[in-house]
């Protein structure tokens, strides 16, 4: 199965370069065949079970880690200090 990587990387928004190409084509051929691997489980009971509940975590906030000007700084448009994005709505 060839895959363009190109493409995806095209669809992601990240750059890769020419020599990296192969690398990442393998990589993706390698991961397609593990999940062509997966064994079906369309017949298999996956309702959750409440005598075997898991343990979750304790979500923590976490404040002030980065400051508001450095995440505007990873987004591709600002304007008044808000993300500007594309008009999905007419």
Same mark, same amino acid.
Request: proline fraction near 7%.
């Given at each position: 199965? =060839?895959? $363009?990587?190109?493409?995806? @990387?095209? /669809?992601? =928004?990240?750059?890769?370069? $020419? %020599?990296?190409?192969?690398?990442? !084509? =393998?990589?993706? !051929?390698?991961?397609?065949?593990? #999940?062509?691997?997966?064994?079906?489980?369309?017949?298999?009971?996956?309702?959750?079970?409440?005598?075997? @509940?898991? %343990? +979750?975590?304790?979500? #923590?906030? #976490?404040? $002030? &880690?980065?400051?508001?000007? !450095? /995440? +505007? @700084?990873?987004?591709?448009? *600002?304007? @008044?200090?808000?993300? *500007? *994005?594309? &008009?999905? #709505?007419?």
């Amino acid at each position: 199965m =060839k895959i $363009d990587i190109r493409h995806i @990387a095209k /669809l992601s =928004k990240i750059r890769i370069e $020419d %020599q990296e190409i192969p690398k990442f !084509e =393998k990589d993706m !051929e390698r991961i397609i065949g593990m #999940v062509e691997q997966l064994p079906d489980i369309s017949g298999m009971d996956l309702s959750p079970n409440p005598a075997d @509940a898991m %343990q +979750l975590r304790e979500d #923590v906030a #976490v404040s $002030d &880690k980065y400051t508001r000007n !450095e /995440l +505007l @700084a990873n987004a591709p448009q *600002v304007q @008044a200090g808000c993300i *500007v *994005v594309p &008009k999905t #709505v007419e």
